[in-house]
Structures are given as structure tokens and as C-alpha cells.
Nanobody
Framework: QVQLVESGGGLVQAGGSLRLSCTAS????????IGWFRRAPGKEREFVAQ????????YVADSARGRFTISRDNAKRTLYLQMNSLKPEDTALYYC????????????WGQGTQVTVSS
């Protein structure tokens, strides 16, 4: 059973930066992709970025492209999200999640870490 634990959230002023981390535990860990999602108050959960665990191919949502960078450290089983030029609209609970196969869905989620950007 894979467990995901996010960290690194906090309160930051607009224009600032944060780096989120997501560490996986479990006996085996070999996902197809691992990604970041967020849910802002009163809104639906939104895809932010994902990375292939093997090969490292990334995809970033339009709302984050150019400001956020996703990366991973396979040896540490850790996913990162470097967020720069933060905006108040980036305020949300950020989750990491894994998808175990190409035809599968994101079905294992962490508890989330709160990011609040003040104007």
C-alpha cells in the first residue's frame, strides 16, 4: 500500500516562491506517473503538473506553465513542485497523487499541504 505525504506549504506574498515535496512510502513504488493537483476554496480539484516516474517526461497545466517546475528524485521516492511568481489565485490545498499504469487513473492521494498567497 503506497502512502503519500506532502510538505512545504505555507503563507507567502504574491511574487514569492515555495517548494512542495511529496514523499512516498510502501514496499514497492513504481508508478507510471506522479502528479500535483490543487483545490481552491469553492472550486473543483484542478490538475497542476505531472511527471513520468521512469523517463521524467513532464506536463504542466497552462495556469502553471512558466512558473511551476515539477521534478522527482527516484532514489528518495520524492516528488517536488517548485513554484515561483506565486499569485493569490494559486492559493489552494495542494495534493500529490500517483497513477500506476498508462490506462489507469490517479487513485492514491496524499492529505495535501496548504499554500496561501497574499496580495
Amino acid at each position: 500500500q503506497v502512502q503519500l505525504v506532502e510538505s512545504g506549504g505555507g503563507l507567502v506574498q504574491a511574487g514569492g516562491s515555495l517548494r512542495l515535496s511529496c514523499t512516498a512510502s510502501g514496499r514497492t513504488f513504481s508508478p507510471y506517473t506522479i502528479g500535483w493537483f490543487r483545490r481552491a476554496p469553492g472550486k473543483e480539484r484542478e490538475f497542476v503538473a505531472q511527471i513520468a516516474w521512469s523517463g521524467g517526461i513532464t506536463y504542466v497545466a497552462d495556469s502553471a506553465r512558466g512558473r511551476f517546475t515539477i521534478s522527482r528524485d527516484n532514489a528518495k521516492r520524492t516528488l517536488y513542485l517548485q513554484m515561483n511568481s506565486l499569485k493569490p489565485e494559486d492559493t489552494a490545498l495542494y495534493y500529490c497523487a500517483v497513477r500506476m499504469s498508462a490506462g489507469g487513473t490517479y487513485n492514491t492521494w496524499g492529505q495535501g499541504t496548504q499554500v496561501t498567497v497574499s496580495s
